[in-house]
């Protein structure tokens, strides 16, 4: 089985952490997030990655030698130019050759779904295209689907006004698709699959869901990119486990560290306090300095009290 990650955006939600890193580089529990997601596809049967970019491929290459992340092959489609989500599909499959059954990630996603089941029911109930749905207490904010008791998607419903959603699922950003879906994009234009593609193939019966309730996470915004760290460390997730402070991470004796992520190359002076937060590598907290609910890879003077900040590498707190 084969997939296209979408790693094309610029994470500008996440600057200023994303200056730096390309957002799916960015760790979460001390690995990329782009390799926690292919770990999870390759959990459901995946063995081969395209990653669909908007800029130059790199950082990846240098993180992950021989094009291999995860045990699984990596191959990179670099757009000319921004494609939107069907465009760049369409560019990722045809770089890669892919003429069968394949699915597709968002690339700031994490989920524990079992992407081998996802498939399994495409092909029972032989979709065209299959979306995974996730079940949200709000979702007004976000473009909510209607279904029919076999699983076939009716409509999409953009942030319905409270209380007037059809249901409370929302797209959750991992799709299995038929090559025939390619088709319906034109090769090289811009097009949504979520406000083009999608519709066309409701409005030919071929577009069907499913809804679980694995773990689920969009880390594109500072608030949910540390809580994608914290849900490591608070052993939230099915799969994923990690080590709160990394082997070469600066700890002193009597700092204290609670409910937090320390990277390799970050340090905490003596009788510092880091609590809910995530120091990423080259992050530097002083003597006597208080890190609440951050996320950190600057440097934090002595005696200063920081709470629900996001600094970067140039940053500094006096």
């Known amino acids: 089985m084969r997939a296209v990650v979408l790693v094309g955006g610029f994470g500008t939600r996440l600057r200023p952490l994303t200056n730096t890193i390309p957002k799916p580089m960015l760790p979460v529990g001390h690995v990329p997030i782009i390799e926690r997601l292919v770990q999870n596809l390759a959990r459901g049967g995946v063995t081969d990655v395209t990653l669909a970019l908007g800029f130059r491929p790199e950082p990846f290459i240098e993180a992950f030698p021989g094009d291999v992340c995860a045990g699984v092959p990596l191959r990179y ?5 921004p494609l939107d989500t069907a465009g760049a599909i369409r560019f990722a499959a045809d770089f890669a ?80 698709l038929e090559p025939s879906v390619l088709a319906r994009i034109p090769a090289g234009q811009k097009v949504s699959i979520e ?99 951050s996320v950190v890879m600057g440097r934090i003077a002595a005696g200063a009290d920081v709470r629900e900040c996001v600094i970067g590498a140039d940053g500094t707190v006096a």
Do not use: M
């Open 97 to 176: 050759g892919i003429d069968d059954t394949f699915v597709v990630a968002n690339g700031d996603v994490l989920t524990d779904l079992d992407v081998g089941a996802l498939v399994a029911f495409h092909r029972e109930v032989g979709a065209e295209a299959t979306i995974h749905l996730i079940g949200v207490p709000d979702p007004s904010a976000f473009g909510v689907v209607a279904l029919q008791d076999d699983g076939r998607v009716e409509r999409f419903v953009e942030k319905p006004a409270p209380g007037t959603e059809p249901s409370n699922l929302i797209n959750a950003g991992t799709y299995v």
């Open 195 to 293: 406000r083009v593609t999608f519709p066309a193939v409701v409005a030919d019966g071929g577009l069907f869901a499913l809804a679980t309730d694995d773990y689920w996470l969009d880390t594109g915004r500072p608030e949910l990119y540390l809580q994608a760290n914290l849900d490591i460390v608070r052993h939230t997730r099915r799969h994923d486990r990690c080590q709160a402070v990394a082997d070469g991470a600066e700890v002193a004796a009597d700092a204290v560290v609670t409910e937090s992520v320390v990277a390799a190359g970050a340090s905490v002076a003596s009788g510092a306090e880091v609590v809910r937060s995530v120091l990423l590598a080259g992050a530097a907290v002083g003597e006597g300095a208080k890190v609440t609910d």
């Open 77 to 81: 489609a670099v757009e000319p130019e």
